[in-house]
Nanobody
Framework: QVQLVESGGGSVQAGGSLRLSCAAS????????MVWFRQVPGKEREREGVATIDRDSSTSYSDSVKGRFTISQGYAKNTLYLQMNSLKPEDTAIYYC???????????????????WGQGTQVTVSS
């Protein structure tokens, strides 16, 4: 059984940094694409993909985080990271990691492309 568990969220002031982690277990060989999505308060039906990484470690970023966020994987590729620097209040959201078998792994991507999700971790950035 595949399981994704996020950690590392918290509260930080604008300009600060956080590092999110997503530990994957189970049959992870099926993961061709892993993504960090975020859901902002009041927009429960919308999840924005902010960073992707594929099996070859190619990455993509949304314009809103490009240059500030970095997605990476651990050596065994069963841990996903999101290093978030220069955080802004508009980065406040619940961050989810997701994994799927989609071969195309560049933003924009959509939630229905991904069958495996973590429970989310809250990131709050104060001004």
């Amino acid at each position: 059984q595949v399981q994704l568990v996020e950690s590392g969220g918290g509260s930080v002031q604008a300009g600060g940094s956080l590092r999110l982690s997503c530990a994957a277990s189970g049959y992870t060989d099926s993961f061709r694409c892993m993504v960090w999505f975020r859901q902002v308060p009041g927009k429960e039906r919308e999840r924005e993909g902010v960073a992707t990484i594929d099996r070859d470690s190619s990455t993509s970023y949304s314009d809103s985080v490009k240059g500030r966020f970095t997605i990476s994987q651990g050596y065994a590729k069963n841990t996903l990271y999101l290093q978030m620097n220069s955080l802004k209040p508009e980065d406040t959201a619940i961050y989810y990691c997701a994994a799927g078998g989609t071969a195309y792994c560049y933003l924009p991507l959509y939630t229905w492309d991904f069958g495996y999700w973590g429970q989310g971790t809250q990131v709050t950035v104060s001004s």
